[in-house]
């Protein structure tokens, strides 16, 4: 009876343990540059709230599989919405977007981030890494509302085995040009300008 204990204990202990690999094994932070911001000014005398959600299924930056049943995933070192939300902010803020904390009824920008991974497929002498990004910005007022969501699709194939700091520059690199790409965008800084207008 002790054996069969014991035997039921070591079997207990390798599932455990199985289990535990399939949880994030490394850690990566992004390090994203100062955003680009229009010329237009955005300046008015509303205050907006600005406010980011994470919406994500899946936390991790990156999930790398060999053909396992179990990848190796990376997961974020710092928060990442916090970054994106940060460089946002700052570019607004230099079309002069008066920002700050503010009460319920006052004007929002959200951020939502939908997704943020890269999948890599590993093979014996080659990797493909696909990746895919989402966030939506959403403004509301009292009586006005607009989203807009943002995409960035990425693909690239390499060499022998696929590199964590260089998968994170290429995802550091697409998730600027896409927060670039936000602050650029014509409808949303139209709808800032619109919507910037107190009622």
């Keep these: ?105 006052a004007p929002k920008i959200e951020i939502h981030l939908i997704k943020l991974l890269t999948n890599v497929q590993q093979n014996t002498f080659s990797y493909t890494q696909s990746g895919q990004i989402q966030i939506k910005i959403s403004l509301s007022t009292q009586q006005k509302h607009f989203s807009k969501m943002f995409s960035q699709n990425y693909s690239q194939e390499g060499a022998f085995k696929a590199d964590v700091n260089d998968l994170t520059t290429n995802l550091n690199t697409q998730l600027t040009t896409l927060l670039n790409s936000i602050t650029q965008d014509t409808e949303l800084n139209a709808k800032l300008r619109l919507l910037n207008t107190p009622i």
């Design 1 to 105: 009876m002790q054996r069969r204990f014991k035997n039921l204990l070591s079997a207990t202990s390798v599932f455990i343990l199985s289990a535990c690999s399939s949880q994030p094994q490394n850690s990566v932070a992004l390090q994203l540059p100062t955003i680009n911001a229009p010329t237009t000014s955005l300046q008015s005398n509303m205050t907006w709230q600005l406010t980011a959600m994470d919406r994500r299924i899946a936390h991790y930056l990156i999930a790398i599989s060999d053909g396992d049943d179990v990848a190796t995933l990376i997961n974020e070192k710092n928060s990442t919405l916090m970054l994106i939300k940060t460089r946002l902010q700052n570019a607004w803020e230099k079309q002069q977007l008066n920002i700050k904390d503010a009460n319920d009824s």
